[in-house]
Every structure is written in structure tokens, then in C-alpha cells.
């Protein structure tokens, strides 16, 4: 257990950075710039929805399974068993998969910056990767890694708002009172903000660092309150650049929405500004991807490092790597694979939630004492209505799109 203020603080600060810069990867980049181009200020809307879902299944799951003291898989095991194990399932499968994108990511970002290819870009940022894995005090190098290229990030979208002059007033009305509601962005972006791993990532990252049981909620609702807050900042900063660009008559290229925004407001430094933040959204997300995924893996009951994950850790994350940055480097990244994988992605944040909003009602799970808030339950209820019928809309979608 966590003693000291201080640590306990510092641990929630590297979950909320872990969840937000997982969720800024190159897709978010992508999804945001696209989605702007397409919508205009009515896309404010679609951010608004998505920061209050986002508050409803972080604050959830990040006390659902820090209270608990036990990593979701453990908790799905114990309602029902083997019920883990399929959680596990989806999230690696979920997880290894879009990781070859997140180190695409980099290797793209690399080319801007460099002109590498973005093969070979991609082999400098697994070992980068490795690097920061594999070394002694591995979880906080990767918390300081992940926090400094936020703020890379952060600065970067800020120097290109600024010089931008976007419509504030304009993107405001909307977002509050749009012309337009477009569904499918909404779902888009829920998913790869809070779908998959990236739900989890914060959560488990406050076990593995210690933080958990009743007397830890003010730090993991910080935690989760915080890393939703950095990850809008950036999609609200990024919502607002592309705003300018088109209003400036631009059109974004739809092979390269994000790239376009900063070309345009900067010209060619602004692309290799692009470059820069796009390696540095492949890098965190990568990092993120690679600890959740692993984390599943975890079903060993005591918190020694003697216990078998423990030992195999190491060479888990070195598989999950290698294998991630290999497909991308002789394959390329396999866009159907992608496809129908996102597709089943929009099913794994309903299935998991529902999972812990039923088990934060048995005491054998949470405990004798505690008493889950009964407005968050319903929140959280209403997210699973919605997300599941979305999800299932993204399956059908996506399956009809291969065959």
C-alpha cells in the first residue's frame, strides 16, 4: 500500500498520463482533423459528448478496480468464471493489433523529422520502446516518458492555435447548440478514447504502483479526472487549429487531415512540427498499448515478483514489441485486420463495464463496506446502453466493409 502523499500523488499523475497519451495516438490525430474537416464546428458537439462519456467510464472503472485491489481480468474471473479470460482475450488481440499502427505511428513521425523511411523509423521507436521497458525502475521512466512528450505535444498544438486565429466564438455556439448531430463521429471518437485497452490502462497502472482500497478514491478520481482533462485539452487545441484551416478556406487532404492543419497554418515547419507530435502520439500510445495489453496477462494472486508473471514479464513485453514493429516494417499495417478489429474494439467497452458495474455489487469482490455512488452506477448503466448498440452498429459496419 501506498503511505507516503506524495508517491500516492505522483502514481495518479502517471495513470492519468498513461490513459491520455494512449488515447492521443495517430488515430486521434486522424480522427479529430477528419472529422473537423467534415463536420466544421459542428464536430464540438461529438467532443462534448465524448468528454462527459469519458468522465462516466473512467471514474467507474478506475475505482471499480482500485478499490477492489484486483485488475479487471481477476475481477471478471471471480463473477463468473473463465468470464476473464475472454477479457483477456479481446484486449491483447485489440491491444497487439492497433499497436502496429501506434509504431507505424512512429515510424512516420521519424520520416517527417528525418527522412527515414518509415520503416526503419518504426525499428528506432520499438527499441525505444524496449529501452524504457527493460530498464530498472521501468514503470516510472515510462510515467517521465510519457509526461514530457505530453507536453511536447501540448506546447506544439498551442504554437499552431495561436498563430491560427480560430473562430472560438463560432466552435463554441456549435458545440453547445449544433446544426448538425453526427452519430458515427461520436462513436469514433468514444471508442478510441476510452474503447479497448485504454479504459483499463489508467487503473491498472495505479495497482502496479500500490494505489488502492477506499482510503485511495480522492487520488483516483484526481487520476481519472485529470487524464480525461489532458486528452480533451489536446482534441479540443487540435478541434480548434483545423476550425482555423478551414475557415480559411482550406481544404484538408483526406489522405492526411492531421499533416494538413499544420502545413497550413506554418507552412513547411509546420509539417515537421506534425512530425514531431505524431512521433510523439505513436510513442505514448505504444507505451500504453504495450503495459495494458501485458497487464491482462497478469492472473497471479500474491504481489511478489516471484510469481510466474513476474518472471515472464520481460519477455512478454519483448514479443509484444517485436512483433508489433515486424509486422509494420515487412507487412505494412494490414488495413482489413485493422478493420474488423476496430469493428469488435466498439463491443470491448460495454462488455467490460457492464462486467465491473455488476461486480461492484458483490461484496466478495469490493469488500464489506464499500458502497459504489449511486449516480456513477447509473452513468455508467447508460453507457453501456449506448456504446453496446453503437458497438454492435460498428460490427455490422465493419464486417459488410471486408465481405
Not at 463554441?172 to 485504454?198: C, K
Not at 519477455?315 to 509486422?327: D, E, G, K, P, R
Request: aromatic content about 12%; charged content about 10%.
Amino acid at each position: 500500500m501506498v503511505k507516503k502523499k506524495n508517491t500516492a500523488f505522483g502514481i495518479a499523475m502517471g495513470a492519468a498520463f498513461l490513459m491520455a497519451m494512449s488515447a492521443v495516438g495517430p488515430g486521434f490525430l486522424t480522427q479529430t482533423a477528419a472529422f473537423t474537416g467534415q463536420l466544421g464546428a459542428d464536430f464540438g458537439f461529438a467532443i462534448l459528448v465524448c468528454i462527459l462519456v469519458d468522465i462516466g467510464v473512467q471514474l467507474n472503472i478506475w475505482r471499480i478496480i482500485c478499490v477492489s485491489g484486483k485488475k479487471a481480468q481477476t475481477i471478471a474471473n471471480e463473477l463468473v468464471p473463465g468470464l476473464g479470460y475472454l477479457l483477456t482475450t479481446l484486449i491483447v488481440i485489440g491491444g497487439l493489433t492497433f499497436n502496429i499502427g501506434n509504431i507505424g505511428g512512429v515510424g512516420l513521425g521519424f520520416n517527417v523529422l528525418f527522412g527515414i523511411t518509415p520503416e526503419n523509423g518504426a525499428l528506432i521507436g520499438g527499441a525505444i520502446a524496449l529501452v524504457i521497458f527493460l530498464v530498472r525502475n521501468a514503470l516510472i521512466v515510462m510515467d517521465r516518458t510519457v509526461q514530457v512528450l505530453a507536453a511536447v505535444k501540448v506546447l506544439l498544438i498551442i504554437f499552431i492555435v495561436a498563430i491560427s486565429s480560430p473562430p472560438v466564438g463560432q466552435a463554441a455556439l456549435h458545440t453547445f447548440v449544433p446544426s448538425h448531430i453526427d452519430f458515427y463521429s461520436i462513436v469514433t471518437i468514444v471508442g478510441g478514447t476510452v474503447g479497448g485497452y485504454i479504459s483499463f490502462s489508467g487503473g491498472h497502472r495505479l495497482l502496479e504502483g500500490g494505489l488502492k482500497g477506499k482510503e485511495s478514491i480522492r487520488y483516483i478520481n484526481g487520476g481519472a479526472l485529470t487524464g480525461i482533462g489532458v486528452a480533451s485539452i489536446i482534441r479540443v487545441l487540435l478541434f480548434l487549429a483545423a476550425l482555423a484551416v478551414i475557415a480559411e478556406g482550406f481544404k484538408l487532404n483526406p489522405l492526411n487531415p492531421a499533416a494538413s492543419i499544420f502545413s497550413a497554418a506554418a507552412g513547411d515547419f509546420g509539417y515537421k512540427f506534425f512530425g514531431l507530435v505524431l512521433l510523439a502520439a505513436g510513442m505514448t500510445s505504444t507505451l500504453g498499448s504495450t503495459f495494458t495489453s501485458v497487464s491482462f496477462l497478469d492472473y497471479s494472486k500474491a504481489e511478489s515478483e516471484t510469481n510466474i508473471y513476474h518472471k515472464l514479464r520481460p519477455y512478454l513485453i519483448i514479443f509484444f514489441i517485436v512483433f508489433s514493429t515486424a509486422v509494420f516494417y515487412f507487412i505494412g499495417s494490414p488495413a482489413k485486420v485493422l478493420l474488423m478489429v476496430g469493428a469488435i474494439n466498439g463491443l470491448i467497452l460495454p462488455i467490460a463495464l457492464a462486467i465491473l458495474l455488476v461486480a461492484v455489487t458483490k461484496k466478495k469482490i469490493m469488500g464489506e463496506f464499500y458502497k459504489h455512488p449511486i449516480w456513477l452506477t447509473i452513468f455508467g448503466w447508460i453507457i453501456v446502453v449506448f456504446m453496446a448498440y453503437a458497438g454492435i452498429q460498428s460490427v455490422i459496419k465493419g464486417f459488410s466493409s471486408i465481405f
